[in-house]
């Protein structure tokens, strides 16, 4: 294929998959050649981690090592201190800046991978080397989201293809995990040299990546009060929530796993209710949970993931941006009610389905709405900005869950209580501000009719609603 300003000729990858009514996959689309470089990119970082999980976080005993969780968390936060005010900005400055984001943090943790090694029994540069690998992974994470745009016909695709881009996240994490897990027989060395090389392969693939962002160009006025508008402020709270619920689900159920359970007293009482007595309530052991609990809850926790990135497209042909959303607090607030109704691994495995499954769904929707509303030359600095209150909120979530300590009972009824009350302000909020961001359905029209005393309840409505 010859270049649009003529040249040489350029490889134009493998030839097309075929499909029952043409070509199903063009490797030389551009979003094929973005899925490509993504996959590639997070297989590098599952490798890397599992590398690093006994050094950075395995180890922490959360029954008596506090202080040491919470330095992780603000581990975990602090690149967002370099990607928000700074690196966001200088991607939207530079020709090409976010394809040569993406190029430039595959090649960085490329470097970083192969020096790991030297430190992979715990010198001096672990944490810092570690630290850049954080910095670089969030800084794609941002090029990647900013790029999206410009690899779709329409707006109206965006959903799909970011749907498409977290299923190859989960896909290429979970393929990567075999060989990582070979290479480790060998130790942490090999892991990492793996990861390296994981990363060298992803760096070629994002320079074949395009980038047709003018980048002379500013944004109207127009469009950036757009993104500081009340509705897409309204959706960034719900999808903040949705994080916050993410990390406290993610620590309840660590620290809920390495100390003795709580009883059962839900299944107790059940069973008494309905005269099985004693015959109903499980066996609950004197230790820890059994290992393979935490296998089943991640296990869970990847298939919730994965399921609401594929059902994600199917969702956005139905309902628009908000409603998704509002499904997606809804779905966290329902697993959370399983998570305090049902015993043992089986409550938990729910809670985390659910959570994983409401936050994928609802961040396919909200990425959506802040690409189609970006300007081209300002989208990396409003992901940065977005997802570094995304992070922080996560923070703030798994700091409460380590804080507390509360069992996985009493853990869910929180989450319940305060999904419900996020639905309920979030339905609120979207129906009194635009029509676009207006749940479907009668209760919707019925809120914005008591908002708005003057509106009556069919009026207010639209006529596909």
């Not at 290429?172 to 990582?180: L, S």
């Not at 900005?385 to 069992?407: T, Y």
């Not at 635009?434 to 008591?450: C, E, H, I, N, Y």
Request: net charge positive.
């Amino acid at each position: 294929m010859q270049p649009d300003g003529g040249g040489p000729r350029t490889w134009d990858g493998p030839p097309p998959l075929p499909g029952p009514h043409g070509p199903a996959v063009r490797w030389n689309d551009p979003f094929a050649r973005l899925a490509v470089a993504h996959a590639l990119s997070t297989a590098g970082d599952a490798v890397v981690a599992i590398a690093l999980a006994n050094t950075l976080f395995f180890q922490v005993d959360p029954t008596d090592a506090r202080g040491r969780v919470l330095l992780y968390l603000l581990f975990t936060m602090a690149p967002f201190a370099l990607v928000g005010p700074f690196i966001g900005p200088a991607m939207d400055r530079v020709p090409g800046g976010h394809r040569l984001v993406i190029l430039a943090s595959a090649l960085g943790r490329m470097v970083i991978a192969f020096a790991l090694i030297s430190s992979a029994d715990g010198g001096l540069l672990l944490f810092p080397e570690a630290f850049m690998v954080l910095v670089l992974g969030k800084t794609y994470q941002v090029g990647k989201a900013a790029l999206v745009p410009t690899t779709v016909r329409s707006d109206g695709e965006l959903v799909e293809a970011n749907s498409k881009l977290q299923l190859l996240s989960g896909l290429a994490g979970a393929a990567a995990a075999i060989p990582a897990g070979l290479a480790s027989l060998v130790g942490p060395e090999a892991v990492l040299a793996l990861g390296g090389v994981v990363f060298f392969a992803a760096s070629l693939a994002a320079i074949r990546v395009p980038d047709p962002r003018k980048p002379t160009e500013r944004s109207e006025p127009s469009s950036a009060a757009e993104l500081n508008s009340l509705p897409v402020q309204t959706a960034a709270a719900a999808m903040s929530w949705l994080r916050g619920v993410v990390g406290f689900v993610s620590f309840l159920l660590a620290f809920a796993l390495r100390r003795p359970p709580d009883a059962a007293p839900v299944g107790r009482t059940v069973g008494e209710v309905v005269g099985s007595g004693a015959d109903y309530v499980p066996n609950v052991p004197d230790g820890p949970y059994p290992t393979w609990y935490f296998g089943a809850i991640v296990v869970a926790a990847v298939v919730g993931g994965l399921a609401g990135s594929a059902l994600a497209p199917r969702l956005r042909a139905r309902a628009r941006e908000g409603a998704i959303l509002t499904g997606s607090m809804v779905v966290v607030a329902l697993s959370a009610l399983l998570g305090l109704v049902l015993p043992g691994v089986f409550g938990m495995m729910f809670l985390s389905a659910g959570v994983a499954a409401g936050a994928a769904v609802g961040k396919q929707a909200f990425d959506a709405l802040v690409q189609a509303g970006a300007p081209d030359v300002d989208r990396g600095r409003v992901f940065a900005r977005f997802e570094s209150q995304f992070q922080l909120v996560w923070v703030l979530g798994a700091a409460l869950a380590v804080f507390l300590r509360l069992g996985v009972t009493a853990g869910s009824f929180l989450v319940l209580v305060g999904g419900v009350l996020a639905v309920g302000f979030y339905v609120m909020a979207a129906a009194g501000i635009d029509p676009k961001f207006r749940p479907p359905g009668p209760m919707a029209r019925r809120l914005v009719s008591t908002i708005r005393p003057g509106t009556s309840p069919r009026s207010s409505g639209r006529a596909d609603a």
